[in-house]
């Protein structure tokens, strides 16, 4: 009976310590934020690439100024989140919470209005101003978050934060006819952001390769006309990596990440 018994309790821990190691923790579900995160908060990598990005776009604006001395009025298009405000508290309380996003807990955030000015960001709008170069704020933030974004931008201190130059979201996601809403009166000489979809929605197609095949057949494009910045927390990107499936279980993404992975 006593052999019965050791078996018995064998068996229980060996099955509990399975299910243990098979349970997902869903409290963790948001730790893979937790590298880029910190890269983004406090690594002097991260400054000097904005500081990098925003000092080459100057020179192609007084470039392009140079070459083009004409009297049709110029522009500079930049997206807002994560290429001129930064956002990372609000990664970070994904983190802590284990909550992915929703759009009840972003606009908590946004409604703050304390995203801070990604560094450089605020002094290239200030640069083009004193070169005429006008700058628009084309996001895909909603329209109900317009005033809240406005003031946020205004408290930073950005140059051409008004309403005739923020333009947001409506139905779409795609900007390309925001974008044609500025090309109607403006020459568009430089566009900045750190996604795809900032550019040009041709590099939205990432079905086969990843887009990469997009990426590459453009590269003279990448600090000449288009300027992209550094965002590991978030993007577009993952909706490849994800097999463009939705409703996806915080396990299921977990899953996918690692299998996508590229091993030796």
């Given at each position: 009976?006593?052999?019965?018994?050791?078996?018995l309790?064998?068996?229980?821990f060996?099955?509990?310590?399975?299910?243990?190691?098979?349970?997902?923790?869903?409290?963790?579900?948001?730790?893979?934020?937790?590298?880029?995160?910190?890269?983004?908060?406090?690594?002097?990598?991260?400054?000097?690439?904005?500081y990098?990005?925003?000092?080459?776009?100057k020179?192609?604006?007084?470039m392009?100024?140079?070459?083009?001395?004409?009297?049709?009025r110029?522009?500079?298009?930049?997206?807002?989140d994560?290429?001129?405000?930064?956002?990372?508290?609000?990664?970070?309380?994904?983190?802590n919470?284990?909550?992915?996003?929703s759009?009840?807990?972003?606009?908590?955030?946004?409604?703050?209005e304390?995203?801070e000015?990604?560094?450089?960001?605020?002094?290239?709008?200030k640069?083009?101003?004193?070169?005429?170069?006008?700058?628009?704020?084309?996001?895909?933030?909603?329209?109900?978050e317009?005033?809240?974004?406005?003031k946020?931008?205004?408290?930073?201190?950005?140059?051409?934060?008004?309403s005739?130059?923020?333009?947001?979201?409506?139905?779409t996601?795609?900007?390309?006819?925001?974008r044609?809403?500025?090309?109607?009166d403006h020459?568009i000489?430089?566009?900045?952001?750190?996604?795809?979809g900032d550019?040009?929605n041709?590099?939205?197609?990432?079905?086969?390769?990843?887009?990469?095949?997009?990426?590459?057949?453009?590269?003279?494009?990448f600090?000449?006309?288009?300027?992209?910045?550094?965002?590991?927390?978030?993007?577009?990107?993952e909706k490849a990596v994800?097999?463009?499936?939705?409703?996806?279980?915080?396990?299921?993404?977990?899953?996918?990440r690692?299998k996508?992975?590229?091993?030796?």
């Open positions: 009976m006593k052999k019965f018994g050791f078996i309790v064998g068996i229980v060996l099955f509990t310590s399975c299910t243990q190691k098979d349970t997902f923790d869903k409290s963790k579900a948001q730790d893979h934020l937790i590298m880029s995160v910190l890269w983004y908060q406090r690594s002097t990598e991260m400054r000097a690439l904005y990098q990005c925003f000092n080459w776009a020179l192609r604006v007084e392009d100024l140079l070459k083009n001395p004409t009297k049709t110029k522009a500079v298009i930049v997206d807002i994560e290429t001129m405000l930064n956002n990372s508290p609000f990664e970070t309380n994904c983190i919470t284990g909550k992915s996003y759009s009840e807990s972003w606009k908590n955030w946004t409604f703050m304390n995203a000015a990604l560094p450089g960001a605020v002094e290239f709008s640069f083009a101003e004193t070169k005429g170069v006008e700058v628009f704020y084309i996001s895909n933030r909603k329209v109900d317009f005033d809240v974004t406005l946020n931008l205004q408290k930073e201190g950005f140059a051409f934060a008004d005739s130059h923020l333009i947001l979201k409506t139905t996601s795609d900007k390309t006819v925001r044609d809403i500025v090309k109607k020459e000489i430089l566009l900045i952001g750190d996604s795809m550019f040009d041709i590099f939205e197609n990432r079905k086969n390769d990843y887009g990469f095949s997009t990426v590459d057949a453009n590269k003279k494009m600090g000449d006309k288009y300027i992209v910045l550094p965002n590991p927390m978030y993007g577009a990107w994800l097999d463009f499936k939705k409703g996806l279980s915080d396990e299921e993404k977990y899953n996918l690692k996508k992975l590229i091993a030796y």
